[in-house]
C-alpha cells in the first residue's frame, strides 16, 4: 500500500513537521573549537558499548591499576565501585586511558546516567577532549543518550533555570572565536590609546588589499595552518605616518589565568594583557613582506580559501580586522552627502567633514562599520530522512551546499529563510529553527544557520543563481561526509557553517 504524501496544512502534515524539528538543538563545540572527527568510526561501532582495553604491560603501577578500574567501573556503569574509588582516589576523576578518554566520556558513551552524574557532582572537568577532540557532551550526543547530554550540558550558574530547554554549550563556528577582548569602552581615550601603541608588547597585523600577512607551511601539502605575521611598534612605526594608513584597533588578549610574569604595566602596577592592532596599508606588498623576519611570508589572493587555513583563534581576530578594513575601503567618502570623512573611535567610526552634513546629527549608522546578514538553512525533507542541497555554477565541481541569501529590509529571519529557499528551489518552507551564526569576512556577512522544515518537495531552480539543486539522503550524506573514497558529492570544508549544519543534522539524528 503507498502512503500518500500529506497535503500542506493537514493535521498529519502538521504533526510530521513538529516531529522533523523535534529533536534539533544547537550543535554544541568543544573548548578547542575542533570538531569530531571520528563519527565514521563511531558509526560503525554503533552497537557495541565501548570497554575499556586491557593493557598488556608487565609493570603497571598501583596508580595505573587504580585508572584503569576506575575506567572501567565508569564504562560500566558500576557507581558504587566508581564512588568507591573516588573516595579513595580523589585525583582518579580526570585521569585519561586509551586516547584520552575520561571516566566521564566512557559513562556518557554508554549512557550511564548515574555514573555522570555522580562524576560532575564530584567536580569532574566536563570540557576535557579526547584524542579525537571530543567532549563527553559530544559523544552522548552523537550516541542519542539525550538525558547524559541534557545532563552535560546544562551549566550551574542557574541560566538554564531561566532559559529552559535551551542548549546552553558553547555554540561557535569558525571565524566566531571572540579572542580578544574588544574593550569598546576605550575606543574613545586617546591617552590610553597612545600609551598602548607604542608599548613593547602591542601587536600589530599588517594588511595589504584586506589580505593579512601570514607564513605558511614550508610543505602546503601537509594541510598545516597559515599564521598571522606580529609585528612591533617599531616595525610598523613608519606605517603609522603615512595619511592613507589605516589603523583599527582590535581589543586585548584575553587574560587566561592570573600570571607572575607581567607582560605590561599600568603606572599603578597593575597587570594589563597585550593590545592588538590591524594596519591597512596600500604601499607594495612585496616591500612590505621584507619586514617580516619568518620564512614563507605573503598576502593570501584567495580569501575564500586561504584564510579558512588559520587557526580557530586567529581566524577570530581576522573575522573583525578584515570586515572594517574592508568597510573603510569602501567608504572613504561620506555616504550622505559625499563629502571626506575622518576615522574616529579607533578605526570604528568614520565621520563627515561637512559640519552641515545630516549624518553629523544624532546616531546616523553610515557612520559605522557595515554588517550584512544572510540567512543560510538546511531545508530537511517533511520525511525528515532527506536534506535539499543546492550548487552555484561557481563552486567547484561537484560540491553541493546550503541554500543561503540575503535578508532584505523589514523582514524576518524566518521570512528570509522562507522566501529564499522559494525563490532558489521553489520548494515552500514551513517551521524555521535557528542554529548558530558565523561571522563571513568576506566582505562583512553574518551567517545565519538554520534548519527548516519542507512544506513541498518538487524542486524548480532559479537558473540565474542555481545550477542544480537536489534532495540527498540522509545515508548518502553520511558516507560523502565521512567514509566514501569516492564520495557522491562534496560536502563544503568544516570551516563553513554549511557543513556545520549538515554536521548537526546528521549528527541530531545518529540514534534513527
Ligand atoms: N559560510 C558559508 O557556509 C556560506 C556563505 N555564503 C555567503 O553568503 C552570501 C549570500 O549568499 P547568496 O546565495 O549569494 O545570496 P542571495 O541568494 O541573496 O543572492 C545574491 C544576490 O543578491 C543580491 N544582494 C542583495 N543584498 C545584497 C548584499 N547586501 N550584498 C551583496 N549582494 C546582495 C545581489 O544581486 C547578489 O548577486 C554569499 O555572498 C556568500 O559569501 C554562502 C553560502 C555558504
Ligand atoms: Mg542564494
Ligand atoms: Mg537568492
Ligand atoms: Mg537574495
Ligand atoms: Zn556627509
Excluded at 237 to 252: I, R, W
Amino acid at each position: 500500500m503507498s502512503r500518500q504524501r500529506p497535503e500542506v496544512g493537514s493535521e498529519q502534515f502538521k504533526c510530521d513537521s513538529s516531529q522533523v524539528l523535534h529533536q534539533f538543538r544547537p550543535f554544541n563545540n568543544d573548548v578547542t573549537g575542533n570538531r569530531p572527527r571520528d563519527a565514521a568510526d563511531l558509526h560503525t561501532r554503533r552497537d557495541r558499548s565501548v570497554k575499556t582495553p586491557q593493557r598488556a604491560c608487565f609493570h603497571v603501577s598501583a596508580q595505573e591499576e587504580a585508572v584503569e578500574k576506575f575506567l572501567d567501573a565508569a564504562s560500566r556503569g558500576d557507581l558504587t565501585q566508581v564512588s568507591t574509588l573516588l573516595t579513595h582516589g580523589p585525583s582518579l576523576i580526570n585521569q585519561t586511558g586509551n586516547n584520552g578518554w575520561t571516566a566521564l566520556m566512557l559513562a556518557a558513551r554508554n549512557g550511564h546516567f548515574h555514573v555522570v552524574e555522580a562524576l560532575l557532582s564530584n567536580g569532574c572537568d566536563k570540557f576535557s577532549v579526547n584524542g579525537s577532540a571530543q567532549t563527553a557532551y559530544d559523544i552522548a550526543k552523537f550516541w542519542g543518550h539525550k538525558h547524559v547530554s541534557n545532563l552535560l550540558s546544562r551549566t550551574d550558574d542557574g541560566c538554564q533555570r531561566v532559559l529552559p530547554g535551551c542548549d546552553l554549550g558553547q555554540q561557535e563556528n569558525y571565524f566566531g572565536r571572540e579572542t580578544l577582548d574588544r574593550l569598546s569602552a576605550k575606543r574613545t581615550d586617546k591617552a590610553w590609546l597612545e600609551a598602548k601603541q607604542s608599548d613593547a608588547d602591542t601587536v600589530y597585523l599588517i594588511f595589504s588589499k584586506l589580505s593579512p600577512m601570514v607564513t605558511s607551511p614550508q610543505d602546503d601539502s601537509t594541510g598545516g595552518e597559515n599564521k598571522l605575521c606580529r609585528f612591533r611598534f617599531e616595525a610598523v612605526q613608519d606605517l603609522l605616518q603615512k595619511p592613507a594608513t589605516v589603523l583599527v584597533f582590535l581589543g586585548v588578549e584575553r587574560r587566561k589565568k592570573p600570571s607572575s610574569s607581567s607582560p605590561s604595566q599600568t603606572k599603578e602596577g597593575v597587570q594589563e594583557p597585550p593590545a592588538w592592532f590591524a594596519v591597512g596599508t596600500d604601499e607594495d606588498a612585496a616591500e612590505l613582506l621584507k619586514r617580516c623576519r619568518e620564512k614563507n611570508c605573503s598576502f593570501p589572493k584567495a580569501p575564500n580559501r586561504d584564510l579558512l587555513k588559520l587557526s580557530e583563534e586567529e581566524a577570530g581576530v581576522v573575522a573583525q580586522a578584515r570586515s572594517v578594513l574592508a568597510w573603510h575601503s569602501r567608504y572613504s567618502f561620506c555616504p550622505t552627502c559625499g563629502s571626506s570623512t575622518k576615522l574616529e573611535e579607533a578605526g570604528h567610526k568614520r565621520s563627515c567633514l561637512n559640519s552641515a552634513c545630516r549624518s553629523l546629527q544624532g546616531v546616523h549608522n553610515t557612520c559605522y562599520p557595515r554588517i550584512d546578514p544572510v540567512v543560510i538553512m538546511l531545508v530537511i525533507h517533511p520525511d525528515g530522512n532527506q536534506c535539499l542541497l543546492g550548487r552555484k555554477k561557481i563552486f567547484p565541481a561537484g560540491l553541493f551546499s546550503c541554500l543561503a541569501g540575503f535578508v532584505e529590509p523589514g523582514e524576518t529571519m524566518e521570512a528570509a529563510v522562507r522566501r529564499e529557499v522559494e525563490e532558489e528551489s521553489g520548494v515552500k518552507v514551513g517551521p524555521v529553527q535557528y542554529v548558530s551564526c558565523q561571522p563571513w569576512p568576506m566582505p562583512s556577512n553574518l551567517m545565519i544557520g538554520c534548519l527548516a522544515v519542507a512544506m513541498s518537495t518538487d524542486i524548480t531552480v532559479d537558473q540565474n543563481e542555481i545550477e542544480e539543486a537536489r534532495w540527498f539522503p540522509r545515508q548518502q550524506v553520511i558516507d560523502s561526509m565521512f567514509r566514501a573514497a569516492s564520495p557522491a558529492f562534496t560536502v563544503p570544508p568544516r570551516q563553513t557553517i554549511a557543513h556545520q549544519l549538515i554536521r548537526h543534522w546528521v549528527g541530531m539524528n545518529s540514534n534513527l
